[in-house]
């Protein structure tokens, strides 16, 4: 049988618009762009083994593009181990739900009614590939990789349910029985209940994620707003004993009158000078604010960092506490923890600043930090074991700024210098 560019370009669609649907996995390591260009080689092989018609039994031609779709996700993205395979086997399983439709008696139906005979390879091409490329859309904006965690068990049997479907059909398809259009209709219809089953699966697990990190999120701000709001009243209660101790101090200076005693004129003055010395102090005009950021100052101190911030919030009531507490606490935990990975504890230093600038309330969270950090959809990539686990914290920020129609932004355009700025509208009163 020879083969036509229309029967080759196929495979190469296929290729592309299944590496445009991995691009949505986030990398689990650093990986090159040698790498990444290097790794498309396990894609082409599919395109070579289906542009030969390699006649192999339907189980090995889905184990070979399993096996390649793993490889490729492994060297392109870092993704190994049980969920790399079942983000394999899923793709593998939506590509040959596809390629039963165009193979089904149904499909050879259409493209003899569209057009001439002569052109019937290039609209068996043209009706593939928009086909392929529906469904690529509905699976890169409804189910992106990165959505799928870490596989269950009842992820694993629909999927698995899906693979014996695709050999039914299969097997069917090429045995020498007569195979109906109405058989072949169930038999797809029953592959592709079988995918959105598990595509609207692993969708709500994935939204049954967000909704447990949002309880977990509003937990730790419900005791985190405890706790700012006792470390306030600490600190106005500390700042009235250090005045009324000044001043008891200033009155017993003056009742010793005349009796002149060196030592203890020197002692009271010494008192006197410590208590005129107040500690570092946070005046933000939100008293959720200063506890938050007094309670981190001694956490500053401890790790050698510099701390410079520049906050008025005087008048800004627009933000509930539960979202200060969400976007300040995490921004500043996270700033933390950058810093205390420098070796160096002469650079470490956060930097908080807050302005309003037509109409919008800007603030940036600058901070130092030492190695490399790679952006995903605008987003750092977690350096932790298990990058699932992680990183909520910017996720939160970004999910609390979008309720006042406001944008997160990182910027990295400084070498070792982490910028996340929120940028958040003024309502008309403020």
């Known amino acids: ?73 492994y060297f392109a993205k870092g993704i190994w181990n049980r969920r790399g395979f079942f983000l394999a086997t899923f793709a593998a399983s939506c ?68 693979v014996l479907c695709i050999m039914l059909t299969k097997e069917l398809q090429w045995s020498d029985q007569e195979f109906s259009e109405s058989a072949s ?22 939204q049954a994620k967000l909704e447990k990190e949002s309880r977990i999120q509003n937990a730790v701000n419900e005791e985190r707003l405890k706790v700012y709001k006792y470390q306030y009243k600490a600190d ?41 010395e107040e500690r570092l102090g946070i005046e933000t005009g939100n008293s959720t604010l200063d506890g938050l950021l007094s309670q981190k100052t001694s956490v500053l101190r401890e790790s050698g960092i ?12 627009f933000i509930s506490n539960m979202d200060l507490c969400t976007i300040f606490g995490n921004a500043v935990d996270n700033a933390i923890e950058a ?11 956060i930097s908080i600043h807050s302005e309003i600038i037509a109409g919008q309330l800007i603030i940036s969270f600058v901070n130092s930090y030492q190695g490399e950090i790679r952006l995903k959809n605008g987003l750092p990539i977690t350096s932790k074991k298990d990058p699932h686990c992680h990183g909520i914290g910017l996720s939160s920020i970004r999910k609390a700024v979008r309720k006042y129609g406001g944008v997160a932004e990182v910027d990295l355009s400084v070498p070792e210098q982490f910028s996340l700025i929120v940028l958040l509208p003024l309502p008309a009163t403020v």
């Open 1 to 73: 049988m020879s083969l036509t560019l229309a029967d080759a370009l196929g495979p190469v669609a296929d290729a592309f618009l299944i590496q445009l649907y991995f691009s949505t996995a986030d990398d689990e390591r650093s990986i090159t762009k040698k790498q990444k260009g290097a790794s498309f080689a396990f894609l082409l092989t599919l395109v070579l083994l289906a542009a030969r018609g390699v006649g192999l039994h339907t189980f090995l031609r889905l184990g070979i593009r399993v096996v390649c779709y793993v490889l490729y996700l």
């Open 95 to 162: 590509a040959f739900v596809s390629q039963n439709i165009f193979m089904s008696p149904l499909m050879k139906t259409v493209v003899d009614l569209l057009g001439l005979p002569g052109n019937s390879a290039w609209l068996n091409l043209l009706f593939t590939t928009v086909v392929r490329v529906l469904i690529i859309f509905v699976l890169y904006h409804y189910l992106p990789l990165r959505h799928i965690e870490e596989p269950s068990l009842s992820g694993w049997l629909p999927l698995a349910m899906t």
């Open 185 to 206: 209709l169930v038999f797809i219809l029953l592959q592709v209940f079988m995918l959105l089953f598990l595509l609207v699966f692993e969708r709500e697990r994935f």
């Open 236 to 276: 106005e209660e500390v700042r009235r004993l250090r005045h009324d101790m000044k001043n008891h101090l200033v009155a017993v200076r003056s009742l010793m009158g005349e009796q002149k005693n060196d030592a203890v004129q020197k002692y009271l003055d010494d008192l006197l000078e410590q208590a005129g």
């Open 306 to 317: 510099r701390f410079d911030m520049i906050l008025d919030f005087r008048g800004i009531d």
């Open 339 to 349: 810093c205390r990975k420098m070796d160096n504890r002469g650079k470490r230093y």
